[in-house]
């Protein structure tokens, strides 16, 4: 199993970046997935997730008309596109994987609710 984070860097306070998690080893399609990050010296939080039909939706308080989490099944990747960026959405930016039988499960906000997870990458933005 591996998720394959992408597409962190340096921003400026206003800019976007797109990150990509490109998943192997287990059925993409069977999974919920989920976007967490972990700012320093803090825990990691949830930040968005997205059900296997993709009709699902699920976003921290934080970061809702800002950013937008999308899935590919076809590519077996998940996307979160972050506009609008701000200091405090400085972070390593994780994305995870759990097996769920519903196909409208909704995305659980909890990280050990998670069996799989990424190496993260890091999203900086720039004051």
């Known amino acids: 199993v591996q998720l394959q984070a992408s597409g962190g860097g340096l921003a400026q306070t206003g800019g976007s970046l797109r990150l990509s998690c490109a998943a192997s080893?287990?059925?993409?399609?069977?999974?919920?997935m989920g976007w967490f990050r972990q700012a320093p010296g803090k825990g990691r939080e949830f930040v968005a997730g997205?059900?296997?039909?993709?009709?699902?939706?699920r976003y921290t308080d934080s970061v809702k008309g800002r950013f937008t989490v999308s899935r590919d099944n076809d590519k077996n990747t998940v996307y979160l596109q972050m506009n609008s960026l701000k200091p405090e959405d400085t972070a390593v930016y994780y994305c995870?994987?759990?097996?769920?039988?519903?196909?409208?499960?909704?995305?659980?906000?909890?990280?050990?609710?998670?069996?799989?997870w990424g190496q993260g990458t890091q999203v900086t933005v720039s004051s």
């Open positions: 080893g287990f059925t993409f399609s069977m999974h919920v």
């Open positions: 997205i059900s296997r039909s993709d009709t699902v939706t």
């Open positions: 995870a994987a759990v097996y769920a039988s519903l196909y409208f499960y909704s995305p659980p906000t909890r990280e050990e609710d998670y069996d799989y």
